[in-house]
């Protein structure tokens, strides 16, 4: 139902919201900027809705899609017909940019959707550069959102839809700079991971977002390159992460479920229903941002080593 503009106190509302993220992620990319200093600037054409996509275009693209499953990069869904209109593209050109992306996920292309062929090389630019630094991706992309936000005032539920994840972050108390950033980059991932697997736990089936985990495969302090990135991820029902996180459970090279012996051999009922059908059994594969294979055995490598302990 379309809501109309909101009130004058609930714009208030938001601009206080979107305050403590704009000052923190503007601190984050001064210290980051090219020339010491200066924080870096959107250009004035930077979201131009003639010529060619530009890259802060391209990157609030990708970093929509990265966050929505693949069933939903529609140019009828309303969060792409209002990103397509706070990034001055039209809801067609948007979904098909969407698109272009998933010919680029080999995920997507083994699976036989494999999208439309023609990504430009500033696409693949794009991937490429967020693929080697997704922390910088989601903290520049929360930075430009607000940006186009604090330009753009919200007309109706559709803009909701855009702002969801900018109201989702509890800013209670949360003055510091790394507090502000660490939350974010948990939601990228969180969300990333989720839309991945379908918003289902890939061992048990579990759907309720309430009980899923978006579950490292190497922990968050161990691998910094990969904190955010959605291959180093699992989508995982809270117990299930929790036997993943301690080493009861693996992967074998072809994503089936290993138990340590701990688990087979337990004597507890309630385990023996909750892991013993796993063993061999396949995981349910990524829609996209398949599980790396090389993560999977580092992670495969320390439960072995356990095991023999």
Known sequence: MIRGRPSS??????????????????????????VSGDAPTIPPN???????????????AFHFYCQTPFGKLDSRNRKVIELAR???RTPGALAMKLVNFASLDPAIAASGRAGLSNASHLDRAVWDEFHADWEGLALECAQLVHDLLRDHEPTDDAMDA?????????YAGQTRTAMVQQRIKQQFFRRAVLSSYRGRCCMSGVSDPRLLIASHIVPW?????????????????????????????TLSDDLRVMLSKSLRTTENEYLKLTFQP???QRIQA???FAADHRLIARHRELFLQEEDA
């Open 46 to 60: 930077a979201f131009s809705g003639a010529g060619n996509w530009t890259r802060e275009q391209l990157k609030l």
């Open 221 to 249: 302090r161990e691998d910094k390159a990969h904190r955010l990135n959605p291959s180093n991820g699992l989508c995982l029902s809270a117990i299930h992460d929790r036997a993943f996180d301690q080493r009861l459970i």
């Open 9 to 34: 106190s609930r714009r208030a509302q938001l601009c206080q919201r979107l305050t403590p993220l704009h000052t923190a992620l503007h601190q984050k990319l001064k210290t980051e900027a090219h």
């Open 86 to 88: 706070l990034i001055g």
């Open 278 to 280: 796993l063993e061999g």
């Open 162 to 170: 855009v702002v969801e994840q900018a109201e989702q972050i509890d």
């Open 286 to 288: 990524a829609e996209r």
